[in-house]
């Protein structure tokens, strides 16, 4: 395993190239194919950028903090190089007029884009296996699933192809997969990143993070993708500043409501023992409760497919994306197109989230979800006047096996569980692998902070780094 930043001196100093190592990866994604977790690659594209900052190597020009360094996108996020599908028959053919703005200030750093990863279908669901392309096996165990929706991302992470991926966190999609694949998976608070370029699921809880190896590599790439942008008016303005010290003798709260017998008992103890080692490092750790938590899904499940109905409104067969062929009538364009173009999944959440708005039961249940949210966000609020941070199981389980939920949704939506509180209420969090099950199945702690604390979650999550956990 090679960190971004002993990758990018390598390159800076001589000792490689970007066309090298970029190549090198190429060939790493090609080995790695029967995991299905890329969709396309970028080749022509990558390698003559790698050339370029090659050249600016060699005339004495500074290429960026990430120069040469290859990664992968999800791909929900528009980039060059290669189609975007969303992992959809409705944008099999889709060719990105522009990029997504974190993709290009990861480029401007000089980071350079091999590929475009699998996911669940316009980022709907838990396990990649709702893709129209086909599903994404676990990096740790083939039959298991890879998690979702930005399972691709999380598995060519942990299996080295490239030193980061990027990834969407809508109610988990970055830390879930983290968790099951063993490696650092990053949501920021909302408004932290631009989610400019990248196709909308529920715009109220959408954010761009990443997956790294180590805490610091995250700390790095969130800290070029973060910032103001005018063209997506719910950025924040800078505030993102790495700490120069390691935090000391933080207040820390286990939420209880996680850690119940509904949990696997592998997962309690494994986020026990870090809770240890959160003190041996000199915090303290208590247990905290957050009595909302047990009402965020149905708050999600109501407040997400209200917004996801409304942004997939746009795929309609006329302007772009598919268009099904035969129909001599406006309306049958209209549903052919839509029922040749999305998922079951998709689907679903358009149905659930055309009832919820509808009228007469507007006021009953997407008006009541969204007090809910309030409580829960007063909640965290209160919560955070006593604990710096909390924490919680990432999953409740490790990864499941491939087929093992597909038929029953509400199983499918608990794997989120521990992940949508924190999204509902913007806040950052970050999946830390702590242990590896007794069947070598990777299992994540998750570390939650306030609104515009990521830098204090960085910093805890790299000082506690490592431990006994074996990638």
Do not use: W
């Not at 954010?207 to 973060?226: H, K, P, Q, R, S």
């Not at 902070?449 to 506690?464: G, N, S, Y």
């Amino acid at each position: 395993m090679v960190t971004i930043t002993e990758l990018h001196d390598r390159i800076v100093r001589g000792e490689s190239t970007a066309r090298s190592e970029v190549e090198a990866a190429l060939e790493r994604a090609e080995q790695a194919s029967g995991y299905h977790a890329l969709l396309s690659l970028t080749r022509e594209r990558a390698l003559e950028r790698a050339d370029l900052v090659d050249a600016q190597i060699k005339n004495g020009e500074n290429p960026g903090v990430l120069a040469g360094v290859p990664f992968v996108v999800k791909d929900n996020f528009l980039a060059f190089g290669a189609p975007t599908t969303a992992a959809s028959r409705m944008l099999e053919d889709f060719t990105a007029p522009l990029q997504a703005e974190v993709v290009e200030r990861l480029e401007h750093a000089g980071a350079i884009c091999i590929g475009k990863s699998n996911l669940d279908a316009f980022a709907h669901g838990g396990s990649t296996e709702n893709s129209a392309f086909g599903v994404t096996n676990n990096a740790h165990d083939m039959t298991k699933v890879a998690g979702g929706s930005s399972g691709g991302s999380a598995v060519v992470t942990a299996l080295n192809i490239v030193p980061f991926a990027l990834g969407s966190d809508t109610g988990g999609s970055i830390r879930e997969p983290a968790s099951f694949n063993g490696v650092y998976g990053y949501k920021p608070t909302y408004g932290m990143t631009s989610r400019y370029g990248v196709v909308a699921m529920a715009s109220s809880t959408d954010t761009m993070g990443c997956f790294t190896t180590t805490a610091a590599d995250a700390e790095l790439v969130m800290g070029i993708m973060a910032g103001k942008d005018p063209k997506d008016s719910t950025t924040l303005n800078d505030y993102f500043a790495p700490l120069a010290e390691a935090p000391k003798s933080l207040k820390i709260g286990l939420i209880q409501e996680s850690m119940t017998d509904d949990v696997d008992p592998e997962v309690r103890s494994a986020v026990t023992a870090y809770a240890d080692t959160l003190r041996a490092a000199g915090h303290t750790v208590e247990s905290a409760s957050l009595p909302m938590s047990k009402y965020a899904l149905a708050i999600y499940y109501i407040v997400v497919p209200a917004e996801v109905t409304s942004n997939l409104a746009r795929y309609d067969g006329v302007r772009y994306g598919l268009r099904a062929d035969g129909v001599k009538a406006l309306a049958d364009l209209y549903g052919l197109s839509r029922d040749q173009g999305f998922m079951p999944e998709n689907k679903r959440r358009i149905m659930i989230g055309s009832y919820v708005l509808s009228s007469g039961f507007y006021d009953a249940y997407f008006q009541q979800a969204s007090k809910a949210r309030t409580l829960l966000i007063n909640e965290y609020n209160d919560l955070f006047k006593t604990y710096d941070v909390l924490l919680s199981p990432t999953a409740p389980t490790p990864a499941f096996g491939i087929g093992e939920n597909t038929d029953d949704p509400v199983k499918m939506y608990l794997a989120d569980i521990m992940t949508v509180p924190p999204s509902l209420a913007g806040l950052p969090a970050i999946n830390v692998p702590v242990a590896k099950s007794g069947a070598g199945l990777p299992i994540g702690a998750q570390l939650i902070a306030p609104a515009q604390q990521d830098a204090l979650l960085f910093a805890l999550a790299k000082q506690t780094e490592g431990g006994n956990y074996d990638r």
